[in-house]
């Protein structure tokens, strides 16, 4: 189980050294990665919103920008809006997603 988005903001930020921010980082995003293949549904969101915290620290987020798609196209309004704003950053001119 992977934890939630204040979760692993205080992992983040409770890093001593660089080492220790890309192990936790690598970890969660393994733990996405895993989520979306799954299609587990009701974390969806979360996992959205974790993945756009890691990809402002710089790191790649790229894997995500279908699952946004697929928030959008929900009828949950908090889905939309995580949906849109991960559509906004993930995606870039150079895509042809849509």
């Known amino acids: 189980m992977s934890m939630k988005l204040k979760e692993l903001i205080r992992a983040v930020r409770a890093s001593k050294t660089a080492a220790a921010e890309r192990s936790v980082v690598s970890q969660e995003l393994a733990l996405i990665r895993t989520a979306f293949k ?3 549904l009701e974390y969806r969101n979360r996992n959205v919103a ?3 915290f890691v990809h402002m620290l710089g790191y790649p987020g790229h894997f995500g920008q279908m699952e946004c ?3 959008i196209t929900s009828n949950d309004f908090s889905d939309k809006r995580i949906g849109y704003l991960g559509l906004m950053l993930l995606l870039t001119e150079k895509e042809e997603v849509l």
């Open 38 to 40: 799954e299609e587990q």
């Open 69 to 71: 798609i697929k928030l």
């Open 50 to 52: 974790k993945l756009l």
